[in-house]
């Protein structure tokens, strides 16, 4: 198929798509502008791009209209449209190429411009349907909540901002405060899998040029200096020249046991000089996050008060005491009380 960006040629083709409430083939045709390969570098056009966008925005008008005249369609999907995906469908009516790059600079390219929550295991995925955490969820919390949640405001209202370190146990929360975050209006995550670690400078040159501020999520990071994802982190925090972009905001989690290696009593500096030189290295890099939460597990009381909040009601007596034996060897936390809250419901 000729030209550089690839549309739709028929009905079946339409069908993979997440399109909206409307006429499915302008809408199609839209994404189809959000995904072009020049798409990214319309966020700074030259002269010679906008000729190319206006040659592309010629043919697929002509190609629209024969796809309408051909297989007329009714609605096809359910949500309603997305502000970039109207002004993007108007400006390929008008065939206007200015009109495609400020639609791209105001909301960025696919799948930037339609989604707020993304895995990036070394390619964007976004997350269509996201199943958040109530933001009253963490019983016993409340002030890392608060913290956390002050932070980030600040970073999405543009003032300067602390890169977060969550630590503790397992089970205690910190997944949940951070993806909780997204709650917040304006709040956009990108979660990091540990395998992609060595393609995050890609991904953060894309962020560098879009419109909208991220936190980028990397969950159950191993603070370890053997650990190859330790190295890239590193010099993403303090070696690079760069850095991270003004509008990505890291945010990481870490069980207590990963914060520190393990090696034995702690040297003392001229003995065992690799095993100094270690744990220097992995406490300068959780000092380099600027703000530092400690999850601490819970007491017996705040996991009984947990359990309660989970049920929505008082704890008879009987069940107290099934609650506390549920927990005898899983321990006293958040997930075990949710757990527990299950198993009555």
């Known amino acids: ?20 409430e409307g006429e499915p083939w302008g809408y199609a045709f ?3 502008l959000l995904r ?8 700074k ?14 043919r697929l008008h002509r190609e629209l209209e024969a796809r309408r005249r051909t297989w007329p369609l009714g609605a096809l999907g359910l949500r309603p449209p997305h502000p970039a995906e109207e002004a993007l469908l108007q400006a390929l009516l008008r065939r206007d190429p200015e009109g495609v790059v400020e639609a791209l600079r105001a909301h960025g390219p696919w799948p930037f411009a339609l989604y707020r929550a993304f895995r990036f295991d070394g390619e964007v995925h976004p997350l269509r349907a996201l199943r958040l955490p109530r933001r009253d969820e963490l019983v016993g919390y409340e002030a890392q909540r608060e913290a956390l949640e002050a932070n980030a405001r600040r970073f999405l209202s543009g003032k300067p901002a602390l890169h977060t370190l969550l630590y503790g146990a397992r089970g205690t929360g910190k997944s949940t405060a951070a993806k909780s975050l997204l709650h917040l209006e304006g709040a956009r995550m990108v979660e990091v899998e540990k395998g992609a670690l060595p393609r995050l400078g890609a991904l953060l040159e894309q962020l560098a040029s879009l419109p909208h501020r991220y936190l980028l999520f990397l969950d159950d990071l191993s603070l370890d200096p053997e650990d190859e994802a330790f190295h890239h982190l590193k010099a993403l925090l303090e070696g690079s020249l760069e850095g991270p972009p003004e509008n990505v905001l890291l945010l990481a989690t870490s069980n207590r046991r990963h914060l520190v290696r393990r090696l034995g009593e702690n040297p003392l500096p001229g003995e065992a000089p690799e095993a100094w030189d270690a744990l220097q290295d992995t406490l300068a890099l959780s000092e380099r996050f600027g703000l530092v939460l400690t999850f601490p597990p819970l007491d017996k009381a705040l996991y009984l008060k947990a359990v ?3 049920l929505g009601r008082s ?6 005491g099934r609650a506390l034996r549920f927990a005898l060897e899983r321990g006293f936390s958040g997930r075990v009380a949710r757990q527990f809250a299950q ?3």
Do not use: C
């Open 45 to 58: 056009p030259t002269p010679g791009l906008l000729d190319l966008i206006r040659w592309d925005l010629d």
């Open 308 to 310: 309660a909040h989970h």
């Open 1 to 20: 198929m000729g030209g550089m960006v690839r549309v739709p040629e028929n009905p079946e083709a339409l069908l993979p798509l997440d399109l909206p």
């Open 36 to 43: 072009s390969p020049w798409a990214f570098r319309a966020l």
């Open 30 to 32: 839209a994404q189809a």
């Open 343 to 345: 198993t009555l419901l």
């Open 315 to 320: 704890l008879t007596p009987e069940e107290e």
